[in-house]
């Protein structure tokens, strides 16, 4: 696997997987220009957010329920200190589609407990907490 990360101008970078595929990243506005990307801790965050999201999409797929929605909010804690690394991340799963709640909840205890690689490599540091709601729809 292999990302590359350009300078395109002020603390603006791009960044680019094999595919081709891109995300724009900014650094500090203390550092220059920086108004159109996710900041790299933001990105830290979206990371989790996306390998637990696939990994319960999946789940709830391979025991054969529909998934019509899928929303992950993220809240990071930061130690008051250099680096200002995350010392708790809370991820709140709310779903809706055709699955019993507590199939929701399996889902995503396994995502946590289990599959997601992102939430292995930054635990045990990092103390990361899960809720669940079903929504109708």
Do not use: W
């Not at 002020?10 to 203390?30: C, F, H, I, V, W």
């Amino acid at each position: 696997m292999r990302v590359t990360l350009t300078r395109t101008h002020g603390a603006q970078y791009l960044g680019k997987n094999e595919a081709g595929r891109t995300l724009t990243m900014s650094g500090s506005p203390d550092i220059g220009p920086s108004e159109a990307g996710v900041r790299p801790m933001e990105a830290v965050l979206l990371a989790l957010a996306g390998c637990s999201a696939v990994d319960v999409q999946l789940i709830l797929q391979k025991g054969r329920h529909t998934l019509t929605d899928l929303e992950v909010t993220v809240d990071g804690t930061r130690a008051d200190a250099v680096p200002a690394v995350f010392t708790e991340i809370h991820l709140h799963f709310e779903a809706a589609g055709d699955f019993p709640e507590q199939k929701l909840e399996r889902a995503v205890a396994l995502s946590h407990e289990k599959y997601c690689s992102v939430a292995r490599m930054l635990e045990p540091d990092v103390k990361i907490t899960t809720s669940f709601a079903k929504r109708e729809g």
